[in-house]
């Protein structure tokens, strides 16, 4: 149980154009989706909260016109990268919780590797 | 920024040798978690922690939520070749709702 994905796993794109990446939950509803970058050999950087049916939480220095979230259903949450540049290039790992364990674990997907050119 | 103060940053140990690992804040967390990560995957949960002095143990690994609040640990017993990762804690602060915040990783290499 507690299964998270991620599509696409890796995406190559051109500078300027918008990346979408999905993350799902496959066998609960996840009110609550979570954004993660991570550079190489650092740790994950939380980018914003998702929540059904309301608009995401970002944190702190996160563009949110930048990293677009959408989280329509119970188990589905999508971030847009918009005119993504070089920098924008890292590691984005969604993750997500099941209120249904009643704890606070999340469980995270397996990643999307984005490499902007 | 990183509010959980993970060590050591990396260990190389030989197969079969006994691990410790450990994160402090200055904060008081509600919960600890211990997740591991390998090469180009996400994170995958190892122990979750939600009592002050609670020992749970996941077959060779134990981890214990310090008395308080402020630290956690994480032991490997008789470390095999595919304990090889880097290993993360988390913890979730009483005025954070459900967000994690992360420490910076101890990077584990076993040689055979």
């Known amino acids: 149980g507690a299964v998270v994905s991620q599509h696409p796993s890796r995406v190559i794109c051109k500078s300027g154009t918008s990346v979408k990446i999905e993350c799902r939950s496959l066998?609960?509803?996840?009110?609550?989706m979570f954004w993660y970058r991570q550079f190489p050999k650092q740790s994950l950087m939380l980018m914003a909260t998702?929540?059904?049916?309301?608009?995401?939480?970002?944190e702190q220095g996160v563009e949110k016109d930048k990293f677009l979230i959408n989280h329509a259903s119970l188990t589905l949450s999508t971030l847009t990268v918009t005119s993504a540049h070089p920098e924008d290039s890292s590691f984005y790992i969604c993750s997500a919780r099941d209120p249904g364990r009643g704890g606070l674990e999340q469980f995270f997907g397996p990643g999307t590797r984005l490499t902007v050119l | 920024g990183q509010q959980l103060n993970q060590s050591p940053q990396s260990m190389f140990i030989q197969e079969g040798e006994d691990v410790s690992m450990n994160c402090t804040s200055s904060s008081i967390f509600n919960t600890w978690l211990w997740y591991k990560q390998e090469p180009g995957e996400g994170p995958v949960l190892l122990i979750a922690l939600y009592k002050a002095g609670e020992l749970t143990s996941n077959g060779r690994l134990t981890a214990q939520f310090g008395i308080t609040r402020k630290d956690s640990f994480l032991n490997i017993s008789a470390s095999i070749p595919s304990d090889v990762g880097i290993y993360f804690c988390a913890g979730q602060r009483e005025t954070s709702g459900s967000r994690l915040t992360f420490g910076e990783g101890t990077q584990l290499t076993v040689n055979p």
């Open positions: 066998d609960f509803q996840a009110t609550t």
């Open positions: 998702s929540n059904e049916g309301s608009k995401a939480t970002y």
